[in-house]
């Protein structure tokens, strides 16, 4: 970790800050009418980001159980942003940002790249196999 006095993640604390808000309307409004998903999604092909909207709704209302069984993808996101949000608030009032700053070797790099796939894979197969409870309404 460094403390710096600017914010070198800029960018992610803006898409933060809006997913927060988006979160948080959606949980006092609820989901939008409108459907988004693509055409996989309606032949029965769930991605491994399907129910993860509903999932961050859940989690921003505080059930984390339901949160969970739609897609865990949605917890970590909210907690992701809830963060950066924190961060985004202690580097606005004390000029210091703190920053992760690590540069991993190549082969470490290979091996977190790796593991990241693999679990992109498992949770492909994990959404697929809950492909009746993420195309209902």
Not at 36 to 42: A, D, E, I, S
């Amino acid at each position: 970790m460094a403390v710096e006095d600017h914010d070198r993640y800029r960018w992610l604390t803006v898409v933060a800050i809006g997913g927060v808000v988006a979160a948080t309307v959606l949980a006092v409004v609820g989901l939008p009418s409108v459907d988004t998903h693509g055409p996989l999604h309606r032949w029965g092909v769930m991605g491994p980001t399907c129910g993860a909207t509903r999932a961050a709704v859940f989690t921003a209302r505080g059930e984390l159980g339901l949160a969970w069984t739609y897609n865990p993808l949605g917890i970590a996101a909210v907690a992701g942003a809830g963060v950066m949000v924190l961060r985004a608030g202690w580097g606005t009032l004390t000029s210091k940002w703190p920053a992760w700053v690590w540069s991993p070797a190549p082969t470490t790099r290979r091996v977190l790249w790796g593991t990241a796939w693999l679990l992109v894979v498992l949770l492909e197969v994990r959404q697929q196999g809950r492909a009746d409870l993420l195309m209902g309404p």
